[in-house]
């Protein structure tokens, strides 16, 4: 009998805590609920703007290559080239801090034969990088190259490109910002809705590099007279995009 009495206060002491809990819970969930509505109301508006540019600076990366059946022949014959080819970029007054070798290698050159790798020589080849900032003088050093460096002269780019370019970045970005806020203005006009504060500014740049391929077959060396290699420079298209959020009232 005493033990059942004592299982009945257990139980009914557990019974208050119980209604506690399930009280504290529910005010809890209501809490929760009430601070979806501060959240405010927002206008968000996507703003572009470009400026276009005309390059001016060209990137050449050239190499000369020499095959022969004696290595130490191979490096002679790419090391005379070379040294002609540097004497045409001298000639045409590009400094040497505009002129950097990229790479040196030398492999072996091979055919298959017979079921089998045969080793026919070896290929020097020595490239190089040259900047040009005198865009008008481009042909002439173009075409001085070619002739120094005759059937072992490879071409494999040829890049326009801009320098200080993050001053026509800052204007395409200039420009985006005032695209968003005059589309923001005439929405707000429309609806008439009044803009707040920005709540968040997102940006995104593109700044296209133009890459016209000269190939990398040989450029046989032949009489050129007076007619230089044409080279069509162009613009580019420097774009930002914005994305604003303002708080509206």
Request: hydrophobic content about 40%; cysteine-free.
């Given at each position: 009998m005493k033990i059942r009495y004592l299982v009945f206060l257990t139980i009914l002491a557990l019974i208050p805590i119980s209604a506690c809990s399930s009280d504290s819970s529910n005010s809890t969930a209501a809490a929760i609920d009430k601070s979806g509505y501060d959240q405010p109301r927002t206008l968000s508006i996507s703003g572009n703007g470009s400026v276009e540019v005309f390059p001016n600076l060209i990137i050449i990366s050239a190499q000369v290559t020499a095959v022969d059946k004696s290595v130490l022949a191979a490096r002679e014959e790419a090391a005379e080239t070379m040294t002609a080819l540097l004497k045409s970029l001298e000639k045409n007054q590009i400094p040497e801090k505009d002129i950097s070798t990229t790479s040196f290698r030398i492999s072996e050159r091979t055919v298959w034969r017979d079921g089998e790798s045969v080793r026919i020589g070896f290929e020097v080849t020595n490239s190089l990088q040259i900047s040009i900032t005198k865009l008008d003088s481009a042909p002439r050093i173009?075409?001085?190259?070619?002739?120094?460096?005759?059937?072992?002269?490879?071409?494999?780019?040829?890049?326009?490109?801009?320098?200080?370019?993050?001053?026509?970045?800052?204007?395409?970005?200039?420009?985006?910002?005032?695209?968003a806020k005059e589309q923001a203005e005439m929405l707000g006009i429309a609806t008439g809705v009044k803009l707040g504060k920005i709540l968040s500014i997102n940006t995104q740049a593109n700044i296209p590099t133009q890459y016209p391929r000269f190939g990398v077959a040989s450029m046989e060396a032949a009489p050129l007279g007076d007619t230089n290699t044409p080279i069509a420079f162009g613009t580019q298209n420097i774009a930002a995009t914005v994305m604003i959020v303002w708080e509206i009232e």
């Open positions: 173009l075409d001085d190259m070619i002739t120094a460096g005759k059937d072992a002269i490879r071409i494999n780019s040829f890049e326009l490109s801009i320098t200080g370019k993050e001053q026509y970045l800052e204007a395409a970005r200039n420009k985006a910002v005032m695209n």
